[in-house]
């Protein structure tokens, strides 16, 4: 189990680092520096100017996560009895991986249309935490089963809303910027100092906004509830760091409007996105196992 742990945690990381190399790539504009897939300008090592090297970068990335997710899966298979939650994070991790891979391949058939980086983002991060699931499962190292206290199932499905709401902002996020509509509205809270918004665009923008608004009151919730309510200190702690990066996340989006975009707070601003939601998703792990935990002790206890 200690060895699946590690694996998934190298993945994590890899993982997420492949994502924001990608991102990084997309708004320096070198997205399509290599117009075909998997080869580069139909050379494995192509030449590296005109910003080439940073999409090849990403490609060399994406490579290097394959053996470690084979190594994951392999990990999973081997102590899939012990521990009831790898068998269904096993499942995930292949699906989400293969699915990303074949969408890597469609972006770029594609020239990087809006929708496709949508399809491709949302696919990495729910493939990350698939992985971080697996990462945090592996230590859970018991099958009985029981039913976990009501309390303890309130707070997972609480912190798994504000997970999904994140997830959600963030794509939207991406549509918005890979379809150059970041400065669609210049003004806050209106759009081009109108409530009534008119182009596509500023519909993106405002509803991009819109739910970043909800992402906020429901992490607010999600707090509120976690320190009020019974729950164990690292999903107090979780929350915690998830709604203080949402804070952190509303600051660079006003900043990357004032500032008109630059490119270190696009990518800081995409990075922070990628952190809310996955603070979140492990937020909510943290409580699954607790509860997990709060049923297996409630079932062994004398009556």
Same mark, same amino acid.
């Given at each position: 189990?200690?060895?699946?742990?590690?694996?998934?945690?190298?993945?994590?990381?890899?993982?997420?680092?492949?994502?924001? &190399?990608?991102?990084?790539?997309?708004?320096?504009?070198?997205?399509?520096?290599?117009?075909?897939? =998997?080869?580069?300008?139909?050379?494995?090592?192509? $030449?590296?100017?005109?910003?080439?090297?940073?999409?090849?970068?990403?490609? &060399?990335?994406?490579?290097?996560?394959? =053996?470690?997710?084979?190594?994951?899966?392999?990990?999973?298979?081997?102590?899939?009895?012990?521990?009831?939650? !790898?068998? =269904?994070?096993?499942?995930? !991790?292949?699906? &989400?991986?293969?699915?990303?891979?074949?969408?890597?391949?469609?972006?770029?058939?594609?020239? #990087?249309? =809006?929708?496709?980086?949508?399809?491709?983002?949302?696919?990495?991060?729910?493939?990350?935490?698939?992985?971080?699931?697996?990462?945090?499962?592996?230590? #859970?190292?018991?099958?009985?089963?029981?039913?976990?206290?009501?309390?303890?199932?309130?707070?997972?499905?609480?912190?798994?809303?504000?997970?999904?709401?994140?997830?959600?902002?963030?794509?939207?996020?991406?549509?918005?910027?890979?379809?150059?509509?970041?400065?669609?509205?210049? $003004?806050?809270?209106?759009?081009?100092? #109108?409530?009534?918004?008119?182009?596509?665009?500023?519909?993106?923008?405002?509803?991009?906004?819109?739910?970043?608004?909800?992402?906020?009151?429901?992490?607010?919730? $999600?707090?509120?509830?976690?320190?009020?309510?019974?729950?164990?200190?690292?999903?107090? &702690?979780?929350?915690?760091?998830?709604?203080?990066? !949402?804070?952190?996340?509303?600051?660079?989006?006003?900043?990357?409007?004032?500032?008109?975009?630059?490119?270190?707070?696009?990518?800081?601003?995409?990075?922070?996105?990628?952190?809310?939601?996955?603070?979140?998703?492990?937020?909510?792990?943290?409580?699954?196992?607790?509860?997990?935990?709060?049923?297996?002790?409630?079932?062994?206890?004398?009556?």
């Amino acid at each position: 189990m200690k060895t699946l742990r590690r694996l998934s945690a190298a993945s994590v990381i890899v993982a997420l680092g492949t994502v924001m &190399l990608g991102s990084w790539t997309r708004i320096n504009g070198a997205g399509m520096t290599c117009p075909d897939w =998997p080869l580069c300008h139909g050379m494995l090592v192509p $030449s590296m100017a005109d910003g080439t090297i940073w999409e090849w970068t990403h490609r &060399l990335f994406a490579f290097c996560v394959a =053996p470690l997710v084979i190594a994951v899966m392999i990990a999973a298979w081997r102590v899939r009895d012990r521990a009831r939650f !790898v068998t =269904p994070a096993l499942g995930a !991790v292949g699906a &989400l991986f293969i699915i990303q891979c074949v969408l890597g391949a469609a972006t770029v058939r594609l020239s #990087n249309s =809006p929708m496709s980086v949508v399809l491709h983002w949302g696919t990495a991060m729910a493939f990350i935490a698939s992985l971080c699931a697996m990462m945090l499962f592996a230590g #859970n190292d018991d099958t009985a089963q029981a039913r976990a206290p009501r309390t303890e199932i309130a707070l997972t499905g609480i912190l798994a809303g504000t997970a999904l709401v994140a997830f959600v902002t963030m794509c939207i996020g991406a549509y918005v910027s890979s379809s150059g509509d970041g400065l669609a509205c210049l $003004s806050i809270p209106g759009c081009a100092g #109108n409530v009534v918004v008119y182009t596509q665009g500023q519909y993106a923008q405002m509803l991009h906004r819109t739910i970043a608004a909800a992402t906020l009151l429901c992490a607010v919730f $999600s707090f509120a509830f976690a320190w009020i309510r019974p729950a164990s200190l690292r999903v107090r &702690l979780a929350v915690s760091a998830g709604l203080g990066l !949402v804070f952190v996340q509303i600051v660079l989006g006003l900043l990357n409007v004032a500032l008109r975009l630059p490119m270190d707070l696009r990518e800081a601003h995409a990075f922070n996105a990628a952190l809310v939601f996955l603070v979140f998703v492990v937020a909510t792990l943290f409580a699954v196992l607790d509860a997990r935990g709060l049923a297996f002790e409630s079932s062994r206890t004398p009556t």
